[in-house]
């Protein structure tokens, strides 16, 4: 059995998790939390929001994220390869920076147009 | 002077809303005033997700938050001049400003709506002892060197208060490479949501250290590192629990004060506990004419309230100046704070003013699981709502019955919170 | 060779600097630190006393007396704060009553003008804020306020715009007699000088003990302070003054000239001559002493806690003289309070004594004063129209808790002494001196400083040397483990 906190909604249920039995998920407020709790067991996955170097926009920085979460275990791997990505003013929010980021079928976004 | 019809002072995520909502709601000449060189306000920092569920109903980044907004007044007529400071407002509704291109000048506005936010509490307000070395931010002043100008504040970093921007900040800065080695906070409890708690510490191995404080920064001319020590329940260190802690940055996430000086030199009246100005169900502050929004009326946890109380100031400035003549001495309910509330937003209800519903804010004394919320009046209890879970992190929100108001005796209603009598 | 190298630039220094650049002789001030006035010259009550304290016949009690009187002339011509606000000692009972009479009698010997005991009735009719226990005050009317940073800036300034060579960043190491001329090593410079004066501060032993016999040690004393926001400015109208003791002059309550109220300071031995940190214990002494002066003081609108140091020594007097066994050496020593209010005396006295000494001061005919640019604020309408079509960034406000425009900043950096970091630049034009103490616009005034002076971004200092503010980019050390 593991202890968990809910990270879908503001709320923060204490969920528990019973792993010998399925990942039957107690404690979840809504169904979305039962699903949370057998996915950080199983594939904890998060959205990574950061920046990348922009030239000829107002800032230095533009910032990006991935459409979808990706798995925890690579967001230091993410980060690195962001470290070697410069974009070119004018870009738009939405604009697709990098494509199914470290195969994991997210693509990191501009979220802002700059 | 140039007349407009509603001048908002302010582009962020308030301002952005109140514009559009007056737009909506007939406003012809709305003029939008923002100091920095871009709309947005702080949602340009705040490049983490989280913001929008309610509104959007899907998950934002606030400068995605603050594109749609943008992009929302793009599609008004309203005239958004940027690199703007105003000076001062007048209790006639002159506002007098400077910028770089027109120099000084003042503009007559039939309505207002001030929208500057807040700010953060520094060292000097909470007065930590110790030296005053370089490497001691506010978290948001950080969060503007890493996000905005890609600078890198520290490479070794102890965070003082789990505010939510201290908690995304932890994280931000060890994506980027540096590390956190602890975030205390003085309270038994965090201020943050539990989500962020999850994502910014758990994840990344970053210990949270309730009941703690800095009780010394030391370091000659860079922060060379700080004591932690643990307080007892009256919040004053415990002698002999003292740690030490290696560090070359120190960033404080200790609270937002509104921003009210405009507001305060207008003569408008404010609330000594939330720091913004009292104001009606429809945002009016004590000046007829002059409404207030988001941040600067009360700091708020999430940006979509803000969004929605911001819409009700702007239509309430697009309807005031509309009419020719302004109703004026309607009853007034006021709406009192009892036991374990911190302060209620609005301070005062006009039945005569709303449909059905008033939405009143506030915030809880301490952390209640299995509670209830009691409005009450004259020694009669109105209305209560059962709440799970309440804490002083979170603002909460009630909805208080046109009827209910109507009959308060002695014009009053008390909003107090306490456990509740069974489970 | 110069003729006279100043060693030290605080209020001090600065002021004997100004004095000296009058006179058609070379003059050289070397400073330890990036810029002027980092010492106990920005971390005091910035209280321009009126001189009742000193005992008569000191040396204290005349340039007190002096500096007082000619400190609000000096301040018009530099365009430095000062505002003559009025300064009360407060008696509790009737041993205080006592002290005050003998305070009276101090000052009336030492030439202190309108000096008045008041009744308590006379004193909260005045006051109304004080605590309604007290039984009387001493009220001197020439007490004032002064911005004591921007006196030593606009002294320094104006000596180097005068000729005099001004050394930043340079820690004297050794003084050597070299028979009729001085060889100083400070920093990376060698400098050739044939007479030194030594205003060093705290360190004032240390560089008397390179050229002369130790003859005095200085035993620092640290005073912690509060900084009051504005709206806590207005609760007294005069500097509020608790009986002397032996431990000084007590914790004080007073406007500034920037708006606040200055609380403090506690009167605590130091840890050595840099010891500026700030304890629990200390400002819980100030809250304690402050409240009962005046009970309405909201310690919760702190803004800024500081402490500084006072070169404080074993005798109650200044060290001001020709040095006995060193030649051509003078001592401006244990400047202690009131320095700063006798500093417009001290400088005219160094002067003296050099002359005594040999120095031949002809004044200058082409001695030109550098006033302070006034900022975009306290400019008249005319003016500001004038500013903003000279440069329209000075439509742009950077500072917004002091209303301190991209102008202003630009202007501190055209001066004699362009500050080299943030805080350099906040002593100029109280950029960051406000509420939210730089948390917005310190980003922005550090762009700009980078921007104007080529110095990196990631090099810029919030203050003295060491003290950078940022660590390197971002987007380069990410991803690490």
């Known amino acids: 059995m593991t202890h968990l906190i809910c990270i879908i909604c503001p709320k923060g249920c204490h969920l528990n998790v019973d792993e010998q039995n399925g990942y039957a998920v107690t404690g979840n407020g809504c169904p979305r939390g039962a699903e949370y709790g057998k996915k950080e067991l199983t594939n904890p996955t998060r959205v990574l929001t950061s920046t990348v170097k922009i030239k000829g926009g107002l800032h230095r920085r533009c910032p990006v994220k991935t459409d979808r979460a990706i798995p925890k275990g690579l967001m230091f791997d993410a980060m690195k390869l962001l470290n070697g990505v410069e974009l070119s003013a004018p870009v738009r929010r939405g604009d697709v920076v990098l494509a199914d980021l470290l195969g994991t079928g997210a693509n990191l976004v501009v979220t802002k147009s700059m | 002077m140039k007349q407009y019809d509603v001048v908002v002072i302010g582009a962020g995520p308030a301002g952005l809303a109140a514009a559009c909502e007056a737009y909506q709601n007939g406003a012809g000449k709305i003029l939008v005033v923002e100091r920095d060189k871009e709309p947005g306000g702080i949602l340009n920092q705040c490049i983490h997700n989280g913001f929008g569920l309610h509104y959007f109903k899907e998950e934002l980044t606030g400068p995605e938050y603050a594109g749609r907004f943008i992009e929302m007044l793009n599609n008004t007529n309203a005239e958004l001049m940027l690199d703007t400071m105003v000076l001062a407002v007048t209790e006639d509704r002159k506002i007098s400003m400077i910028n770089p291109r027109d120099g000084y000048f003042t503009v007559q506005a039939g309505a207002v709506v001030l929208a500057m936010g807040c700010r953060e509490r520094t060292r000097g307000a909470i007065g930590i002892p110790g030296t005053r070395p370089a490497g001691v931010f506010t978290a948001g002043a950080a969060q503007r060197y890493v996000n905005i100008e890609g600078y890198m504040v520290g490479k070794k970093v102890v965070i003082l208060g789990s505010g939510d921007i201290g908690l995304i900040m932890a994280r931000r800065m060890t994506l980027e490479g540096a590390k956190v080695a602890a975030c205390v906070e003085l309270m038994p409890y965090s201020n943050g949501l539990n989500r962020n708690i999850v994502q910014c510490l758990n994840d990344y191995g970053i210990p949270l250290y309730l009941s703690h404080t800095i009780t010394e920064i030391r370091g000659k001319r860079r922060v060379e590192g700080v004591v932690v020590s643990r307080v007892d329940g009256g919040g004053k260190p415990v002698p002999g629990t003292e740690r030490f802690f290696d560090c070359d940055t120190v960033l404080l996430s200790v609270g937002l004060i509104p921003e009210n000086e405009l507001s305060r030199s207008a003569g408008i009246a404010l609330d000594p506990r939330t720091k913004g100005p009292v104001v009606y169900e429809n945002m009016e502050t004590s000046i007829p004419g002059i409404f207030a929004s988001g941040n600067v009326v009360h700091v708020h946890d999430l940006v979509d309230f803000v969004t929605a109380e911001s819409q009700r100031a702007g239509a309430a400035a697009a309807d005031f100046c509309r009419r020719k003549e302004q109703p004026g001495g309607e009853p007034a309910v006021a709406i009192e704070s009892g036991e374990n509330v911190g302060c209620t937003v609005p301070q005062h209800i006009r039945p005569d003013r709303i449909d059905q519903y008033a939405e009143v804010f506030f915030r809880v004394g301490r952390v209640f699981s299995n509670s209830e919320i009691e409005v009450a009046s004259g020694g009669r209890v109105l209305s209560v709502f059962k709440r799970e879970h309440m804490a002083p992190g979170e603002m909460e929100r009630i909805v208080i019955p046109k009827k209910f108001l109507e009959n308060a005796s002695g014009g009053a209603v008390t909003v107090s919170a306490k456990e509740a009598k069974e489970n | ?481």
């Not at chain 3, 304290?53 to 000062?82: H, I």
């Not at chain 3, 005798?315 to 500093?343: H, Q, Y």
């Open chain 3, 1 to 481: 060779m110069f003729d006279v190298t100043v060693i030290g630039c605080g209020v001090t220094g600065a002021g004997i600097a100004y004095e000296l650049s009058r006179c058609e002789i070379s003059v050289a001030v070397v400073e330890k630190q990036n810029d002027i006035a980092c010492g106990t010259t920005k971390a005091n009550s910035a209280i321009v006393h009126a001189g009742y304290d000193p005992l008569p016949g000191t040396k204290m009690a005349r340039l007190n007396v002096e500096g007082s009187k000619r400190m609000e002339a000096l301040c018009r011509r530099l365009s430095v704060a000062y505002q003559r606000v009025g300064s009360m000692v407060l008696a509790f009972d009737g041993a205080d009553l006592k002290t005050l009479r003998e305070l009276l009698r101090r000052g009336n010997a030492n030439g202190v003008e309108g000096l008045c005991i008041l009744t308590k009735e006379q004193a909260l009719n005045m006051e109304p804020g004080l605590n309604p226990e007290i039984a009387g005050a001493l009220y001197a009317p020439t007490g004032a306020i002064v911005n004591p940073w921007g006196l030593a800036i606009a002294m320094a300034q104006t000596a180097v715009k005068n000729g005099a060579a001004l050394y930043l960043n340079s820690p004297v190491r050794s003084i050597s007699d070299r028979g009729g001329f001085y060889r100083i090593e400070a920093g990376e410079n060698a400098l050739e000088t044939r007479y030194v004066v030594n205003a060093a501060g705290t360190f004032a032993d240390k560089i008397n003990d390179m050229a002369a016999q130790p003859f005095f040690r200085i035993l620092p004393v640290r005073g912690e302070y509060y900084l009051l926001d504005k709206c806590q400015g207005g609760i007294v109208r005069h500097t509020i003054f608790q009986p002397p003791s032996k431990s000084g002059k007590g914790v004080l309550i007073s406007p500034t000239v920037h708006g606040n109220l200055i609380v403090g300071p506690t009167a605590d031995p130091a840890d050595g001559p840099e010891d500026t940190g700030v304890t629990a214990q200390g400002l819980q002494k100030v809250v304690k002493a402050a409240l009962r002066s005046d009970t309405h003081v909201n310690f919760r609108e702190s803004i800024r806690n500081f402490a500084g140091v006072r070169a404080a020594t074993a005798t109650d007097d200044f060290i001001i003289e020709a040095s006995k066994d060193a030649p051509r050496f003078v001592n401006a020593a244990a400047i202690k309070s009131p320095g700063l209010s006798a500093a417009p005396a001290i400088g005219p006295e160094v002067r003296r004594i050099l002359e005594s000494i040999g120095l031949v001061c002809r004044a200058k005919g082409n001695f030109t004063e550098y006033r302070q640019p006034p900022l975009f604020k306290n400019m008249t309408k005319a003016e500001q129209a004038a500013a903003l079509s000279r440069d329209p960034r000075y439509g742009r406000v950077i500072c917004r808790c002091e209303t301190i425009t991209e102008g202003d900043i630009l202007q501190t950096l055209r001066g004699p002494v362009p500050p080299v970091s943030i805080d350099g630049v906040k002593r100029r034009c109280n950029a960051g001196m406000g509420r939210c103490q730089g948390g917005f616009c310190g980003p922005r005034v550090h762009e700009i400083l980078s921007r104007e002076t080529g110095i990196p971004m990631e090099n810029v200092e919030q203050d003295l040397t060491g003290s950078r503010l940022l660590t390197g980019e971002t987007k380069t050390g990410g991803g690490a483990e």
